[in-house]
């Protein structure tokens, strides 16, 4: 074969060369930095320049001012270059301090220890008030601050009215579905609601100071502390969407909104069906009302609180409404009905058909005279009571007391840990309640409290003529703070008297205080 047919042939085959150097790639950034290099902002320059000079050189800015201002003839035209220049000065530092918070924020970013996840957990687990002041801090604590896990658990509650509807609305719209606890309003005392306590946590808000000095008799003061007042409908964003943000609420506690009444708290209640545990001081709703709500809408609800706003005047409630509540709401453990008018069938009721209840105030309850604790703690009801708290009950009987202790050394109320008796006006007698016994005797609390160490008894009365509460001794009692704390005016040892020996168990007629149509003698 030609060797020239082959050169031709090889030379076809051959890639052409490219003719054009090729230029290096550029990559986006590398493009804007050089863009702004080639077509610098003018602002930017004229900073740059300015920033350049030296410390030194306040003087040479002094005499440079001077003579701008000396090039003004009118001394308007002065006063609006020295304004400017106090408007810029400003803005620049508020650039800087702007500028030095996001450096200060990535770096914290960088040097926190747990990822954005476990922060959240940990933000989960403080109060609301903490949750926004670490959101205050840096970009990164507002990131993580702002996950719905954070406002799970709202606690809104203040010594003072500080708190609105629009920050209760923001804050149950943070939480979103994740909703689980919400507590509002006002506790003067937050530590009032301890075991046995008899302190009221009813604050009203007309007779109150709160440290900022306001006060009601001022009408530009009351215009400013209106603004921190809870109203009816603070618990509308619960309603919303169909009760989507209530349906998974666990908790909920009110305390002393004085504009809420028995329309919207019903409506509250009504959106939120999984409520475990609701506790309500110094509204002003109806306890007849407010059980029917209950029994209506949170069948799951284990432990309910109410204290009553007027003490002993709410005579509201019905047999009926008991028989529903019993029947509708069976896991109540926790009952705590404070400051109502409460007959002894009503209570009986509600402590004899609860089967799992633990837990039982009627503190400050008028009408109530021990009678509804005769049989039971047994079969009939009552079996698992562990707390008993009738303490200023009015119209409670010395002879249902003793009653009581002889039915426990007999062996009944086996897990009853905790009783409170005690009354700062004395126990009634037994036919007629205005004498009082101020020194009650109780023939077998010795012997009970030897069969039970674990029983802590309180009995705390004052002297014969006086309402206040004296610390006093008695004898043959264990003051560990485990066994008994009993008190009573005499050195003498704790006995029965001989009207109190018979069973608790017995029949002997006691007079009742008159009850509605709608109750039945349950001797």
Same mark, same amino acid.
């Given at each position: ?50 920033? @350049? ?12 001012? !001077?003579?701008?201002? @000396? ?22 530092? @508020? ?16 040097? /926190? ?5 476990? &922060? ?47 920050? #209760? ?6 939480? =979103? ?38 006060? /009601?008799? $001022? ?7 209106? +603004? ?34 028995? &329309?919207?708290? =019903?409506?509250? #209640? ?6 475990? $545990?609701?506790?309500? #001081? ?84 008028? +009408? ?5 604790? *005769?049989?039971?703690? =047994? ?12 303490? !200023? ?20 109320? #086996? ?17 007629? /309640?205005?004498? *009082? ?13 030897? @069969? ?12 014969? =003529? ?24 005499? $050195? ?28 039945? $003698?349950?001797?």
């Amino acid at each position: 074969m030609d060797s020239s047919l082959l050169i031709d042939d090889a030379v076809s085959v051959a890639p052409k060369p490219n003719l054009k150097r090729p230029c290096c790639s550029i990559s986006p950034d590398s493009s804007r930095i050089l863009s702004s290099k080639s077509n610098p902002n003018p602002l930017d320059a004229l900073l740059e320049s300015f920033l @350049e000079l030296s410390d030194s050189s306040a003087v040479a800015l002094d005499l440079s001012l !001077d003579r701008i201002l @000396e090039s003004r003839h009118y001394d308007s035209d002065q006063n609006d270059v020295i304004d400017r220049a106090l408007r810029l000065g400003s803005a620049l530092t @508020e650039a800087a301090n702007r500028s030095a918070r996001r450096r200060a924020s990535v770096h914290n970013a960088f040097v /926190w220890a747990l990822p954005l996840d476990l &922060t959240i957990k940990v933000f989960a687990m403080l109060d609301t008030q903490s949750v926004c002041h670490a959101a205050a801090t840096c970009s990164f604590f507002h990131k993580c601050a702002a996950d719905p896990l954070c406002y799970s658990n709202i606690d809104l509650t203040t010594v003072v009215p500080k708190i609105n509807n629009m920050v #209760v609305s923001t804050m149950i719209q943070r939480a =979103g579905k994740d909703l689980r606890s919400l507590k509002l309003g006002v506790v003067p005392c937050p530590d009032a609601a301890s075991l046995g306590s008899s302190q009221p946590l009813v604050y009203s808000i007309r007779n109150s100071s709160d440290t900022s000095g306001f006060s /009601w008799n $001022d009408k530009r003061s009351r215009q400013g502390k209106e +603004s921190f007042i809870l109203s009816r409908s603070c618990l509308a964003p619960l309603i919303a969407d169909g009760g989507a943000l209530g349906s998974l609420l666990r908790r909920l506690h009110l305390y002393n909104i004085d504009r809420m009444d028995n &329309t919207a708290f =019903g409506a509250a #209640v009504s959106a939120c069906p999984s409520l475990l $545990d609701l506790e309500i #001081v110094g509204l002003h709703v109806e306890l007849r009302q407010t059980l029917e709500s209950v029994s209506r809408s949170c069948p799951l609800i284990e432990r309910l609180y109410f204290e009553s706003s007027k003490t002993g005047r709410d005579d509201s409630l019905k047999l009926p409404t008991c028989n529903d509540l019993v029947t509708n709401c069976p896991s109540l453990s926790s009952l705590s009905l404070r400051g109502f008018k409460l007959h002894d069938i009503k209570v009986r009721t509600l402590v004899k058909g609860f089967r799992k209840l633990k837990y039982v105030d009627f503190s400050t309850s008028y +009408s109530i005279t021990g009678d509804f604790l *005769r049989n039971l703690g =047994g079969n009939a009801g009552a079996n698992l009571l562990e707390v008993l708290i009738l303490r !200023d009950c009015m119209h409670l009987r010395e002879a249902e007391v003793s009653r009581l202790l002889s039915a426990m050394l007999a062996g009944r109320f #086996v897990y009853l840990k905790h009783l409170d008796i005690s009354n700062r006006e004395g126990l009634a007698s037994d036919n007629d /309640w205005s004498r *009082r016994s101020f020194t009650p005797s109780f023939m077998s609390l010795g012997e009970l409290l030897d @069969e039970r160490p674990n029983l802590c008894v309180l009995a705390d009365f004052p002297t014969e =003529g006086s309402f206040v509460e004296e610390p006093m001794t008695s004898s043959g009692v264990n003051s560990e703070s485990d066994s008994l704390t009993s008190s009573h005016t005499s $050195d003498d040892p704790l006995v029965f008297t001989s009207s109190s020996e018979s069973s608790y168990n017995s029949d002997q007629s006691h007079p009742i205080h008159e009850e509605s149509s709608d109750e039945v $003698d349950y001797l």
